[in-house]
């Protein structure tokens, strides 16, 4: 078993052959030799996404390696099972909630410096998208 932890403390207790589906993770893996020792710490990644991963890269264990991403690229939404497209629906709205919970309450100064986000608008620009979306603002 392989140990990781989340951006979040969470720890998942994953069989190693479904944790090395994670390239990054197989390399962490072999950079710190015993996997049953430490705890890979994913900082970047919060549970409820990890658990999403983990749970997708369980359904898929038994699935042939795949195409080298040449091949992967040039196919259509067509070639994706329906189990793949429900569970990307539902880590979609995992990773929208948890955006969601990042900004509420924020600036629109705090969203920018939270995502890096470069101010392009002047001064009057910003003025009058301010006036058009005034019903939006909390008060």
Do not use: Y
């Amino acid at each position: 078993m392989v140990r990781t932890t989340s951006s979040d403390i969470q720890e998942f207790s994953v069989p190693e052959d479904i944790a090395c589906q994670s390239q990054l993770i197989k390399n962490m893996i072999e950079d710190i030799g015993d996997a049953d020792e430490h705890a890979i710490p994913l900082p970047n990644v919060a549970g409820a996404i990890l658990q999403k991963v983990i749970e997708h890269a369980t359904m898929h264990k038994d699935d042939p390696p795949s195409a080298p991403e040449t091949e992967t690229m040039l196919s259509s939404s067509k070639d994706i099972q329906e189990r793949d497209k429900q569970f990307l629906n539902n880590l979609l709205d995992v990773g929208c909630k948890n955006v969601a919970n990042m900004i509420k309450g924020k600036t629109v100064e705090e969203v920018r410096a939270l995502f890096n986000i470069v101010n392009d608008f002047t001064p009057e620009e910003e003025e009058q998208i301010r006036k058009e979306n005034e019903w939006c603002e909390e008060r």
